[in-house]
């Protein structure tokens, strides 16, 4: 009985959890001319690749998607191994005051984004790297460097340090140890950070809103949100449409990763 009670309640919270993708897909294919919010539970009609054509025609969506590929690629993979060299060097090097630069590292994420973003405005202006691809790979890199390095200490901290002094006595350098052994080891969690970093890149809209304004430099979520304004001039069928899409890149990479992603979780498990 009870196991009958746990598949109904998971059942139950499955149906719960997938009605707003069922939403944005019925009401993405509903013709632009015709739609209405009375109709939004039910399929009448089939118009997506029209709005997903749209969609591209008006708002640049494109570009869009081309520069928040590489935000959510080149940031994520330069963190991620910012973040093992980091953690590398305070557990197997036993860097001198290492919790402590441990600590200066993680202290970044203790200020809510909103209070930096006035004087990171500023300095973007000032610096030419307002409104540039190099500026917000520069800080999607910088934001997501804290957890990265965060989850490696965590991780090296259960590498025994004899693999560390074998390797010393047997010639190596810090270099190969870090490159050779370490990294190959920390597989499955410096994937799972990279898909978190990369779903947080990907999905970001304040920091697209702040420091650009370009249709080819904007974050896709940025581009999306500039549909559904005064000035967009997008119906609702062809932003959902839009949205449709924007969703599919991070479902596919949980997909394709999940076996590794499910190994990082543990943390221990290599």
Not at 26 to 39: C, G, L
Not at 77 to 98: D, E, H, P, Q, S
Not at 247 to 265: D, E, H, I, M, N
Request: hydrophobic content about 55%; some cysteine; charged content about 10%.
């Amino acid at each position: 009985m009870s196991k009958f009670i746990r598949t109904a309640v998971l059942i139950v919270l499955g149906i719960v959890w997938l009605l707003p993708a069922y939403l944005l897909v019925v009401n993405a294919m509903k013709d632009p001319a015709t739609f209405t919010s009375k109709t939004s539970w039910i399929p009448t009609d089939f118009h997506l690749f029209e709005n997903i054509s749209a969609a591209f025609t008006l708002s640049g969506l494109g570009n869009s998607v081309l520069s928040t590929l590489l935000y959510s690629v080149v940031s994520p993979t330069i963190a991620v191994l910012i973040g093992a060299a980091a953690g590398f060097a305070i557990v197997a090097l036993n860097l001198k005051r290492g919790f402590l630069w441990f600590v200066v590292i993680f202290g970044g994420t203790v200020f809510p984004l909103q209070m930096v973003l006035l004087p990171l405005f500023d300095a973007y202006s000032r610096t030419g790297l307002f409104d540039t691809r190099l500026g917000m790979v520069m800080i999607y890199t910088v934001i997501s460097v804290p957890f990265s390095a965060f989850v490696m200490r965590n991780f090296f901290t259960g590498v025994a340090h004899n693999v560390f002094e074998a390797a010393v006595l047997d010639g190596a350098t810090t270099w190969r140890i870090f490159t050779r052994m370490y990294l190959p080891m920390a597989s499955s969690a410096l994937v799972a950070i990279f898909i978190l970093q990369a779903t947080f890149v990907w999905n970001d809209l304040l920091l697209g809103l702040t420091l650009s304004q370009s249709d080819d430099i904007r974050p896709i979520i940025t581009t999306l949100s500039g549909m559904q304004s005064t000035y967009g001039g997008a119906q609702m069928s062809v932003v959902l449409a839009a949205a449709v899409i924007v969703s599919l890149p991070t479902v596919v990479l949980f997909l394709c990763t999940q076996r590794f992603f499910a190994k990082g979780l543990a943390l221990g498990q290599y």
